[in-house]
């Protein structure tokens, strides 16, 4: 029971920690969740800290935080499959159910923020269950397609630029960008759910399935996971010491040659670049190597100081974290968008970087100290509960015995 329980712990800090990355970009991004018009954000940069503040999160956090959520959510599939596997029963139909639960949620999420990735996840996983009996080797090789950007090139080859559900190519100053943002910076609460209730979900799309193509990358770090807990890497993580170094230093190479080719690609562009040629989309998808690359060059990095007694038992702090990470997920995004849009506070566009990176290190410290509060007097987090009790058919006992 032990070891079981350390190599939870090791899942749900990680998953903990990566939620912390994730609100950081989208605190600092003002909870956007799409595409801005021009100079419309101009006061979040007035001195130098703010750009060191957005050039530390575009080197080390946008897209790889998301990235790390996504493979843990393949890991997850793995382990909650292999679990009833054991007991000889299948869970693809309740895993299935599982997912559509999940959408529910996640779509009354993005009626606050647009950039909900839990109506993704649910839709995506439910790719996820055949490839649960596929041998290693289509996993891996389904993988590494989608990584080398094969979903864009297809797309690219057959509309171009073009979106696939909104009109027109992608331009910031476009009317379907403009009038979001005035909705979410002037509107109502209800004017708000009612932009995001459809368009927002049909120009989510187009960012997944697109040219930019984050889907596909969702889909393979999905798959990544369920490899990865084939090998048992985090049930005998303490003992994988080569492997997780290899990891490491693999993720280096693979950064600072994806750095270079994103310098040469974009040199050729110009200081303008337009994403209607071949060049810009292998230049998308060496930006898209780069986010691989430090995504595991974190994720390795994290085994390694998690394996160590003073560091690991620091990163343990983000375990009740990650396993109330759908409820701090969706209430984070509830009380950001309070703060920066025009219903709420009305602070959009109008707090600097380096204050909004300061408060983003606040919600996640209070979420923190919440988490672990709550888990002490209740075996699940709120919307954790309601998801496993809707899954089951049942109610579960939710506050812990005081005896316990």
């Not at 909870?31 to 060191?52: K, Q, R, S, W």
């Amino acid at each position: 029971m032990g070891n079981t329980n350390k190599r939870m712990d090791i899942v749900d800090a990680l998953r903990g920690f990566s939620l912390a990355g994730i609100v950081i970009v989208h605190v600092v991004e003002n909870y956007i969740g799409a595409p801005f018009p021009e100079g419309v954000m101009e006061a979040t940069h007035l001195g130098i800290a703010d750009n060191i503040v957005d050039g530390f999160i575009f080197l080390f956090l946008r897209g790889k935080f998301f990235a790390l959520f996504s493979f843990l959510f393949g890991l997850s599939f793995f382990i909650q499959m292999a679990n009833v596997n054991d007991k000889e029963s299948s869970f693809a139909g309740r895993f299935l159910w599982r997912l559509i639960i999940l959408l529910v949620i996640g779509y009354l999420h993005s009626l606050f923020y647009r950039g909900d990735i839990l109506t993704i996840y649910a839709f995506l996983g439910i790719f996820l269950i055949p490839f649960y009996k596929i041998n290693n080797k289509w996993v891996l090789g389904i993988t590494t397609l989608l990584f080398i950007g094969f979903g864009r090139y297809l797309v690219f080859g057959f509309y171009g630029n073009d979106n696939l559900f909104t009109p027109g190519p992608f331009d910031l100053n476009s009317p379907l960008i403009v009038d979001y943002f005035n909705t979410i910076k002037n509107g109502t609460l209800w004017q708000v759910f009612e932009t995001n209730a459809i368009d927002g979900h049909l120009m989510k799309m187009d960012f997944q399935l697109g040219i930019f193509s984050r889907g596909y990358l969702t889909f393979g770090f999905f798959l990544l996971g369920l490899y990865v807990g084939r090998l048992q890497l985090f049930r005998n993580f303490m003992d994988q010491k080569k492997l997780v170094k290899n990891v490491l230093w693999g993720s280096v190479v693979l950064f600072v040659v994806s750095i270079g080719l994103i310098i040469g690609i974009f040199s050729q562009l110009g200081p303008e670049a337009k994403f209607d040629n071949w060049i810009a989309m292998f230049g998308l998808t060496a930006l898209d190597l780069n986010n691989i690359g430090m995504t595991f060059i974190i994720m390795a990095s994290f085994i390694i100081l998690y394996r160590k007694k003073k560091t690991g038992k620091w990163l343990a702090k983000f375990a009740p974290y990650g396993r109330m990470a759908l409820t701090n997920y969706v209430f984070q995004s509830i009380f950001g968008t309070f703060i920066f849009f025009g219903w709420g506070l009305g602070y959009l566009g109008e707090l600097r970087n380096i204050y909004t990176l300061l408060f983003s290190i606040v919600i996640i410290i209070v979420q923190m100290g919440l988490s672990k509060w709550w888990l002490g007097k209740f075996y699940y987090g709120p919307l954790e509960w309601a998801w496993r009790s809707l899954t089951y058919f049942r109610l579960f006992p939710l506050r812990r015995n005081r005896m316990n």
